[in-house]
């Protein structure tokens, strides 16, 4: 008996775990009656937390390789 196997590509992949969340909240919506101006403020709030999160670790990242380079800089010397 021959085994069928199944290729989806990344592209299928991704565009699957959008709608599956785009279906998920809308049953927040729906189910909850949660308002839609809820909703997108929650969105808000969450991409504000993520871009707060982001420029951390980007200020964290500069200050390692600052600290790296002055450490390398005092070894050569």
Do not use: N, P, Q
Request: aromatic share 12%; with cysteine.
């Amino acid at each position: 008996m021959a085994k069928v196997k199944f290729k989806i590509s990344k592209k299928t992949r991704f565009m699957s775990h959008m709608l599956a969340s785009v279906c998920f909240i809308g049953l927040f919506i729906w189910g909850w009656d949660l308002s839609v101006s809820d909703a997108l403020a929650y969105l808000l709030v969450s991409l504000g937390f993520l871009a707060v999160i982001i420029l951390i670790s980007a200020v964290l990242g500069l200050a390692l390789r600052f600290v790296r380079r002055t450490k390398t800089t005092v070894e050569e010397e």
